[in-house]
């Protein structure tokens, strides 16, 4: 046993490679006049000390530790002095566990390492960052390849993608469109083949509406006309205003078409024009049902024409033709003869006819006024035009809506083409007529052509209308123009010599109208 000599007072005990052996040193207590007791032996390890419970504390000295643990052999930890020293360089590079919570601004750094363990402090606010928390933004290209499916489904929040060059100046280079199917797949295909195939999406309502806002608003609705009056022209020197009568006509004034083609013209598109009519000579109605221009024929070989339109979309190519002539064999207005007949052959001042016009108007000294559906007058011309011939008749009527006073009443009045054999009487010996219509249930004028269902009205206290009385063999075509409306009936039958004349039937109202025959012509 070691035996301890020399005694050393000390403030604190030495390091191990500093310290006497064989001694003891007395080590002052912070803050009081006592001693702690620590024996050194001749090797330097320290022995023991005085305390009051005598424990005998060992120091943790470098060769109290046998190292056997072969991974720590391995790493270069053969000794206690090995082994704190590599716990030492552990433990300074440990962080201590945060008890406090963070942000960005106020904790800005984080730790990164590389692959060879080295460590360096790194911005905390890029850590997670990505599209879809954060606002991001680039100062250079980047680029973003997909190796699989990709997909975002917004849940019915707005996905807004702004910002985008307007490349409207140049859509030479930019002809694609994203499309998407069912499914939520976007891809591309050329602008051009989506226009082409948009109208296979709509219904045919649907189409009818893009055909017409394509076209500016106005319609592209498939064209027809029904009569082209009048139908015949002759080549004298003078314009002659030409009707058309049909739907879809209300062609738009910026892109439209009319032009005469040769006859045997088959198809619209291949048509042979002969002549386009100047637009500053065509009047264009919103109605879709007329249209009217005007033309000087004399340079128009004789013949017959087809009239082609074009609405701004598309070509119409009427299969009624109208025929140019030397001279028009119009019918002479100033030798017609009147036959009349008049309830109990009464004379009336009120009940006259001259001329090309004839005229009724209420007179209750002839009969009691009644609704009674009696023919007051009945007045008819002579012959004007002769069995199997077609013609062309045309006839202004005019007149005062009926007043009834409160009466219960109506009143009818017949206007048209007859057999001139027939001897005057009072019924309808109309073959072909326009019928005026009134009654105090509704207090207008309705105006029939013929017998067509559909009817033209009027609730004005006067009226004036145009009516045009066409055959073409045993083909009839009676067309009334009445406030920019048009009422067209067709019909076959009589083809004997006409006559005109007009049919009054009783009232318990006070009305009045006037015919005058405008012009007739044979086709």
Known sequence: MSNIGKIIRVNALPPIGERETNVIYQVAVPGGATYTDYAVDESGDLKTHAVVDGSIPVELSDNHVSITDPDLIAEGIASQANYNTNIR????????????????????????????????????????????????????????????????????NPYVLSGLPNKNSDTANFQKVVVQNTSGLNAV????????????????AERAVWKTKMNGGWST???????????????????????????????????????????????????????????????????????TFYYNFKDIPVGQYKIRLWNGVAW?????????????????????????????????????????????????TIKTPADDSSFIAARMTNELIGADEDFYMNVEITGKTASFNGANGSMTH??????????????????????????????????????????LFTNDSTYALNAVFIRRGVNWTVIVNFNNKTGIHTKTGYTGPIAF???NMNTLGNTGVIANIVEIYKL
């Not at 919570?101 to 905390?124: F, S, T």
């Not at 598109?269 to 009047?283: C, L, M, R, S």
């Not at 007859?418 to 509704?442: E, G, H, K, M």
């Open 89 to 156: 360089e552990r433990v300074t590079l440990k962080l201590d566990i945060p008890s406090v919570d963070g942000n960005a601004q106020d904790y800005p750094k984080i730790i990164g390492m590389n692959d060879n363990g080295e460590v360096a402090k790194l911005p905390a606010g890029d850590l997670g960052k990505n599209m879809m928390n954060a606002n991001l933004s680039n100062s250079s290209a980047r680029s973003h390849t997909l190796n699989a499916s990709f997909s975002i489904n917004t849940l019915g």
């Open 189 to 204: 295909i050329d602008s051009k083949n989506l226009l082409l195939e948009m109208p296979n999406q709509l219904t045919e």
């Open 316 to 364: 119409y190519l009427t299969s009624f033709t109208i025929n140019v002539v030397n001279q028009i064999q119009r019918i002479a207005l100033n030798n017609i003869i009147w036959q009349k007949k008049i309830y109990n052959d009464a004379v009336s001042p009120a009940i006259i006819q001259s001329g090309s016009s004839v005229s009724y108007n209420s007179d209750s």
């Open 501 to 503: 004349g007009m049919y």
């Open 414 to 455: 017949f206007f048209g083409v007859l057999d001139p054999v027939n001897t005057v009487a009072l019924i309808n010996q109309t073959v072909v007529n326009v019928r005026l219509v009134q009654s105090y249930w509704y207090p207008m004028v309705k105006i029939f052509a013929d017998n067509s269902a559909e009817a």
């Open 221 to 291: 609705g498939t064209m027809s006309v029904a009569v082209i009056s009048p139908p015949v022209v002759d080549k004298t020197d003078q314009s002659f205003w030409i009707n058309l009568k049909g739907a879809n006509l209300n062609l738009p004034s910026t892109s439209f078409k009319i032009e005469l083609c040769t006859h045997d013209s088959v198809s619209a598109d291949t048509a042979t024009v002969i002549k386009e009519i100047p637009g500053a000579q065509v009047q264009l109605y919103t109605n879709g049902i007329d249209l």
